[in-house]
Every structure is written in structure tokens, then in C-alpha cells.
């Protein structure tokens, strides 16, 4: 460790910081686990008895979708290249009432408890499975992830093994997720978020006064082209308005409307008034944290402009530098640094536990119940089980994520295969009567083996060179002039030599960042582009096979599974009209037939008491 990084440490307040945020949540645990006046059913583990409260509900949405990967790539995102990703916060706003008015009044009206037991509902139980399929598939290949990047945080600031402190922490969350269940989950969530909302707005507002101001953070930025908004229509920009609000709409309706960790708490709520206060307060919360977040990555390069700790060899990577940038600006405050990496295991705690408790619970429904007998406590004995074992992949997991460079594109590829065929088979359930489950699978199928193709073909062409998404420039000239002297006196003790270019003449084709002077190829979209394609796929292929395959005239539709302004539209019968109406009045003596006989009679045939 050299002497000029020897600085930026813990502190014993930092560990003591840190160490009573995990005991806390160990805590929650063991309270719900064996304290907890409660029944051990599958309800009550899953559901919490379906008597969750607003508000917890809404931060434990909020936290979850907070990952380590928010707190820590984010900011290294508008660092690096541009304050664009605030267009994918902003996405949240249109995805708020589609959850509100499309989608949560489906899954409420239908009692689901899994969101994929409507596919089956809509079309059939191989339709569920293949989605099914998705869920396991991203879990397995996310959790790893989100355990990872807060050990990356926690290791830059500590020197200590990245490993260790994987296994240390992944080990307090699947105690807590393993005993207390849904509740634990959103009550540690509540602590956590608390914990995110303290440690994003001090780093905010102390990265500000250090870096000279707000006025003075805005004009460095623009001076280095962060805050260049871009609105081209290339699809191979990197990230532009479009595809930042596209893709990031069908980002969020994906995380948050059909994925099953999201949906288990939305419908944990006693009623659909309640999930519509709970969504809405979450969109607030999350929209807020998520500007702060994007916004950090601005009064960061605002702070190292002319000074770049990357370029200088203190930082390996931009998905560093957060933690480097907290203890730069906070270090001097006992206690700050260790409640910015609270917080960074906090959002990655509150993903994971989420995760954890939801796959347990499809896992044991859709794989291990239709073959054993099942009790509750043989099924809750079985589900701690799975959270034991997943536990487990995810530090091993955590060996193969460190090879990653940039980790925020790296999980955006990686949902991109399926993330928009699970959007838009949902999609399609809810707005197209005409599709049946044999259009559906075959949509999902055509969707999924199309964006997989699309997404190697793209690998291959960064591993070729020709996709190169280089960050915008920075450098070392105004080092001595801010009085970074730590930084200054790394790059005294490393030989850094400047970049020159190998030859000159024309430049070869390739698609960066920002431009492309290659023709137009599939390939080379940006990766914000994938959950939308794939969404699209599923429309494209699902809606003239529908003419292809028709389903039966003559089979009875459920009004209750279309989003309630699809409705309107339907052909229905009178007896499924009272379908629809049935469940929402309460049939009184009146609307039975009355038949032309004596009252008396009438009580010993049919049994009614008046």
C-alpha cells in the first residue's frame, strides 16, 4: 500500500459504524424468527399473512431496487461518460401509473400471489415455466453481482480480501432472510434505506462545499462535457434520451411489475388502494435517491477535473472510485466513511435478501411441490434450504464478477436477453385477447434465441474493436492547482507515461460512445436498446400469429386477466359480464330468481333463511 493512499482507511468509528449496521439486521432476523408472534405458514413467510403495512412496503421497494450497483456504478456512470443516465431515473415517472393502472389491478383482482401464476391463468402452465426459467436464470446470474460490488467498496477502503468480506457479509443476510422471511425483509429494508437516504444526501452535499460549490461543480462539468445531453437518434450512441427513457421504462416495468422479488411485497399489501399509496410514495423516494446518485458521479468529476485518480494509478477502475472519492471528502469526519460503506451493503443487502426470499419461494412452487407432500413446514424447511444454497453460489459467484470491467454495463447485457421477452409476454397477456399460449411460448422462444444472437454478435465485435466505449477525457495538469497532493504525490512515485497514437491517417472504423463511422449493423446498438427489442420481439412475431394460430371462439375469456381499460374493447358475453361483476358486488335475496311458489316451500328447496 503506498503512503499516499495509507490515509484513505477505515477507522476504528468507520468499523464500529458498519459493524452495528449488520448487527441490526441479524437482529430483525432473529426477532422475526423465533420471537415473532406468528404462524409458520407459507402465507406468512411469503406474504407476511397479507397484512403488510404502506409504508414499510414502499422503502423495501425502494432499497431493493438500490442495489450496490446504483450507489457505486452510477456515480462512476455520469463520471465517465456523461450525465445521460438521469434520463433513465426520470423513466420512472411514465412507469408509476402503467404499474398503477395496467398492471398491479391484474395481479389484485386475480389474488396472485406469484406473478407468474398469471401466465398460467392467461395462457398455460409451459407459458409460466419458460418465464419461470428467466427468474431462476437472472437470479443466478445477479447475485453474485450484488453481493460483489459492495465487498469492491469495502475492500477498496480496508485493504482487506475481497473474498473474506464477501463470505462475512453474504453469510449475515441469508441468516436474516433464512429465519424472519418477507418480514424481515422489509423491516431490515426500512434500516437500511434509512441508512442510503442518510449516506447519498452527506455525500452530496460535503462532495458540493469540497468541490468549491454547485456553481462551481456545474461549470466544471460542462467545461469536461459531462453534462452534454444528448438527443440524436442513433441507436448506437451509448446512451442518449431515447434510449435512456425507452429502455429504462421497460427496465423498471420489467424489475418492478413482473419480477417476482417486486410483485411478492406489492401483493403482501392488504388491498390495491394500499399497493397504489405504497407505489407511488416508492417512485418518490426512488426518483430522489436515484438523482442524488447519478448527480455524484457530476460533483466527483467535478473534483478530480485536471486531477484524475485513474489516470494517476490510485484507482483501477471507474467502479472504484466512489469509495475513493467518500473517504477523500469524508474521511476527516469520524464515522462518515464507514456509513457510506453502510450504506453501499445496505442496498446490496436489501437486493439480495428480496432476491433470496422470492426465488426460495418460486423455486419450492414451481419445482419441488408438484412432486412431494406438501405441509407449510415442510415447504418453509425446504425454501430456508434453497436461501442456504443460493447463499452459497453467490460467494462463489463473486470470483468469477471480479474479472468484469465495467459492471453496470455488464448486468444491463446480461438482462437483456430475457428482461424484454418477460416484459412482453406480460404485456401481451394483458392487452391482446386474441394471442393464445401457443402464440405466447413461441413469442417467447423467437424473442429470447433473437436477442441472444444479437447480444454474442455485439460481444464479438467489442472483442474485436470495433465497438469501443472509451470514457471522456480527463487528465493530470491542474493537480498541483486544486491541491490534490495525494494524488500529486502518487503520480511522482508511478512513471506515467503519455498516450500517443501508433500511426496516423484515416481512422478505422469503429462505434465509440458517442459516434460511429461504421455502417449501420445490429450489433453495434447500444446495450440500453436490448430490454426494448426484446419486448418488441415478442409483438412482432406474437400479432400476425395470432391470425396464424386464433384461439377458440368458443372458449370463455376472463375480463379479470386484461388491464382493466382493455376491457372496454372486449366481446363478451352476458355470463362473462357477470364474471367480470360478480366478484365486485355481493349478490342480494333480489337478484335470485324467484320461483312461483310458497315462501316455505320455497326455504326447503333452495335452503334460504330470511
Given at each position: 500500500?503506498?503512503?499516499?493512499?495509507?490515509?484513505?482507511?477505515?477507522?476504528?468509528?468507520?468499523?464500529?459504524?458498519?459493524?452495528?449496521?449488520?448487527?441490526?439486521?441479524?437482529?430483525?432476523?432473529?426477532?422475526?424468527?423465533?420471537?415473532?408472534?406468528?404462524?409458520?405458514?407459507?402465507?406468512?413467510?411469503?406474504?407476511?399473512?397479507?397484512?403488510?403495512?404502506?409504508?414499510?412496503?414502499?422503502?423495501?421497494?425502494?432499497?431493493?431496487?438500490?442495489?450496490?450497483?446504483?450507489?457505486m456504478s452510477i456515480p462512476a456512470e455520469s463520471y465517465s461518460f456523461g450525465f445521460n443516465y438521469i434520463f433513465v431515473v426520470l423513466a420512472m415517472v411514465p412507469v408509476v401509473p402503467i404499474l398503477i393502472y395496467i398492471i398491479v389491478p391484474v395481479f389484485y383482482e386475480n389474488n396472485v400471489s406469484n406473478c407468474y401464476e398469471y401466465l398460467e391463468m392467461r395462457f398455460n402452465k409451459r407459458t409460466r415455466q419458460l418465464i419461470t426459467m428467466a427468474f431462476v436464470l437472472n437470479s443466478f446470474l445477479m447475485l453474485p453481482v450484488y453481493m460483489f460490488i459492495p465487498s469492491l467498496a469495502f475492500s477498496q477502503v480496508t485493504g482487506m480480501n475481497i473474498h473474506l468480506i464477501n463470505i462475512m457479509v453474504s453469510s449475515i443476510c441469508i441468516f436474516y432472510t433464512m429465519l424472519g422471511g418477507i418480514?424481515?425483509?422489509?423491516?431490515?429494508?426500512?434500516?437500511?434505506?434509512?441508512?442510503?437516504?442518510?449516506?447519498?444526501?452527506t455525500v452530496g452535499v460535503l462532495g458540493t462545499l469540497r468541490s468549491g460549490g454547485l456553481a462551481t461543480v456545474l461549470e466544471k462539468a460542462t467545461e469536461g462535457g459531462r453534462m452534454d445531453l444528448d438527443f440524436r437518434l442513433d441507436p448506437r450512441i451509448r446512451l442518449s434520451f431515447w434510449s435512456a427513457m425507452t429502455g429504462g421504462i421497460f427496465m423498471w416495468t420489467g424489475h418492478i411489475g413482473f419480477?417476482?422479488?417486486?410483485?411478492?411485497?406489492?401483493?403482501?399489501?392488504?388491498?390495491?388502494?394500499?399497493?397504489?399509496?405504497?407505489?407511488?410514495?416508492?417512485?418518490?423516494?426512488?426518483?430522489?435517491?436515484?438523482?442524488?446518485?447519478?448527480?455524484?458521479?457530476?460533483?466527483?468529476?467535478?473534483?478530480?477535473?485536471?486531477?484524475?485518480?485513474?489516470?494517476?494509478?490510485?484507482?483501477?477502475?471507474?467502479?472504484?472510485?466512489?469509495?475513493?472519492?467518500?473517504?477523500?471528502?469524508?474521511?476527516?469526519?469520524?464515522?462518515?466513511?464507514?456509513?457510506?460503506?453502510?450504506?453501499?451493503?445496505?442496498?446490496?443487502?436489501?437486493?439480495?435478501?428480496?432476491?433470496?426470499?422470492?426465488?426460495?419461494?418460486v423455486v419450492y412452487f414451481d419445482y419441488i411441490k408438484p412432486h412431494i407432500r406438501h405441509t407449510d413446514a415442510r415447504a418453509n424447511g425446504i425454501m430456508k434450504l434453497v436461501i442456504i444454497a443460493m447463499g452459497g453460489y453467490c460467494i462463489l459467484g463473486g470470483f468469477i464478477v471480479q474479472n468484469f470491467n465495467s459492471i453496470l454495463q455488464t448486468v444491463v447485457t446480461i438482462t437483456g436477453v430475457?428482461?424484454?421477452?418477460?416484459?412482453?409476454?406480460?404485456?401481451?397477456?394483458?392487452?391482446?385477447?386474441?394471442?393464445?399460449?401457443?402464440?405466447?411460448?413461441?413469442?417467447?422462444?423467437?424473442?429470447?434465441?433473437?436477442?441472444?444472437?444479437?447480444?454474442?454478435?455485439?460481444?464479438?465485435?467489442?472483442?474485436?474493436?470495433?465497438?469501443?466505449?472509451?470514457?471522456?477525457?480527463?487528465?493530470?495538469?491542474?493537480?498541483?492547482?486544486?491541491?490534490?497532493?495525494?494524488?500529486?504525490?502518487?503520480?511522482?512515485q508511478t512513471a506515467i507515461s503519455p498516450v500517443t497514437p501508433k500511426h496516423s491517417g484515416?481512422?478505422?472504423?469503429?462505434?465509440?460512445?458517442?459516434?460511429?463511422?461504421?455502417?449501420?449493423?445490429?450489433?453495434?446498438i447500444s446495450f440500453y436498446w436490448y430490454k426494448v427489442v426484446g419486448a418488441l420481439l415478442v409483438f412482432a412475431w406474437a400479432v400476425p400469429m395470432s391470425y396464424v394460430w386464433p384461439h377458440d371462439r368458443h372458449e370463455k375469456q376472463n375480463p379479470k386477466l386484461y388491464s382493466p381499460f382493455v376491457r372496454k374493447f372486449l366481446n363478451l358475453s352476458d355470463a362473462e359480464h357477470e364474471m367480470e361483476e360478480v366478484p365486485l358486488r355481493k349478490t342480494t335475496v333480489k337478484e335470485i330468481p324467484v320461483l312461483r311458489v310458497d315462501a316455505k316451500e320455497k326455504e326447503k328447496e333452495v335452503g334460504l333463511e330470511y
Open positions: 500500500m503506498s503512503s499516499a493512499t495509507a490515509d484513505l482507511r477505515f477507522g476504528i468509528t468507520d468499523f464500529v459504524v458498519f459493524t452495528i449496521m449488520l448487527s441490526a439486521s441479524a437482529g430483525i432476523g432473529v426477532y422475526f424468527g423465533f420471537f415473532s408472534k406468528a404462524k409458520n405458514t407459507t402465507e406468512e413467510y411469503l406474504r407476511g399473512g397479507k397484512k403488510m403495512q404502506t409504508l414499510p412496503i414502499a422503502i423495501s421497494l425502494v432499497a431493493s431496487q438500490l442495489s450496490g450497483i446504483a450507489i418480514k424481515a425483509v422489509v423491516w431490515t429494508d426500512v434500516v437500511q434505506g434509512g441508512i442510503m437516504l442518510l449516506s447519498v444526501i419480477n417476482q422479488s417486486c410483485v411478492q411485497r406489492i401483493v403482501s399489501l392488504p388491498s390495491y388502494s394500499h399497493a397504489k399509496r405504497s407505489l407511488i410514495i416508492a417512485s418518490v423516494g426512488f426518483i430522489l435517491i436515484m438523482m442524488f446518485n447519478t448527480f455524484a458521479g457530476i460533483i466527483m468529476f467535478a473534483r478530480y477535473y485536471g486531477c484524475d485518480p485513474i489516470v494517476a494509478g490510485l484507482v483501477s477502475k471507474p467502479d472504484k472510485m466512489m469509495p475513493f472519492f467518500v473517504q477523500d471528502i469524508m474521511g476527516h469526519l469520524a464515522g462518515m466513511p464507514g456509513v457510506f460503506i453502510s450504506c453501499v451493503f445496505s442496498a446490496a443487502l436489501s437486493s439480495l435478501s428480496a432476491t433470496l426470499n422470492s426465488l426460495a419461494g430475457n428482461t424484454g421477452a418477460v416484459v412482453g409476454v406480460f404485456l401481451l397477456g394483458m392487452f391482446v385477447p386474441r394471442c393464445n399460449s401457443k402464440v405466447a411460448v413461441s413469442s417467447i422462444l423467437i424473442s429470447v434465441v433473437a436477442m441472444v444472437w444479437i447480444i454474442i454478435n455485439g460481444q464479438m465485435n467489442f472483442k474485436a474493436g470495433l465497438i469501443k466505449y472509451q470514457v471522456l477525457p480527463n487528465s493530470l495538469d491542474q493537480c498541483e492547482a486544486q491541491g490534490l497532493h495525494m494524488i500529486l504525490d502518487a503520480i511522482n484515416p481512422p478505422a472504423p469503429v462505434t465509440t460512445a458517442f459516434e460511429s463511422n461504421r455502417d449501420f449493423s445490429l450489433y453495434d
